[in-house]
Structure formats: structure tokens, C-alpha cells
């Protein structure tokens, strides 16, 4: 059994920050080990990645997010959270918290921003 469970979603206006978290429980044990990652669906688009955090190949980030998000993770808590700065209305999505393990991801939840004007 796999528990990923996000918070930290709210609305806020253009130019605003969240701080988004990820608790991940379980048989899973530690993700020190573990590439984890934060992916978002917009109402009517498909999810697509916005950030991953792999302990050999660090840190990746989607285009539209490049210099304005940034991952990190606590592996003494088995949390990961994403940092968002200078947010718009483009990033109005439910955001979803992934680990991969045992070849398969496993997913949370998700967790609601909203950008507004």
C-alpha cells in the first residue's frame, strides 16, 4: 500500500506563491532512493510534467515553469513539495504528486490552484 497526499493548493491572484507539499506513506519505505514528481491537468488538457526530482539525474523542469517552480524534497519526512513563484493564470490546474516504484507510478489525489485576475 502507496499513500501520496498533496496540500497546499489555494487560489491566488497573478504574481502570487503557493507552496505546494506531498506526503508519501506506505510499504513504499523511504524515497531517498526514488525519482519523485509533481505533473498538472488543466480542465479539458491532458496531465503533463512540471517538475521530477531524481536522486541520479536531479532535477527537470517543463518549459512554462523554468525559473518560476522549483522541487525539492525531505527524505528524513518522505516529503517532496513544489515551490511556485510569480504564478498565472496558465497554471490554473489540479496538481498531482508522483513517485515511481517497483516500475510503476503511483499518484495522489491532487491538489487545486487557481490563478485568478
Known amino acids: 500500500q502507496v499513500e501520496l497526499v498533496e496540500s497546499g493548493g489555494d487560489s491566488v491572484q497573478p504574481g502570487g506563491s503557493l507552496r505546494l507539499s506531498c506526503a508519501v506513506s506506505g510499504t513504499i519505505g523511504s524515497i531517498a532512493s526514488l525519482t519523485m514528481g509533481w505533473y498538472r491537468q488543466a480542465p479539458g488538457k491532458r496531465r503533463e510534467m512540471v517538475a521530477t526530482?531524481?536522486?541520479?539525474?536531479?532535477?527537470n523542469y517543463a518549459y512554462p515553469v523554468k525559473g518560476r517552480f522549483a522541487i525539492s524534497r525531505d527524505n528524513a519526512k518522505n516529503t517532496v513539495d513544489l515551490q511556485m513563484n510569480s504564478l498565472k493564470p496558465d497554471d490554473t490546474a489540479v496538481y498531482f504528486c508522483t513517485v515511481e516504484w517497483n516500475r510503476r507510478n503511483y499518484w495522489g489525489q491532487g491538489t487545486q490552484v487557481t490563478v485568478y485576475s
Open positions: 526530482d531524481s536522486p541520479g539525474g536531479g532535477t
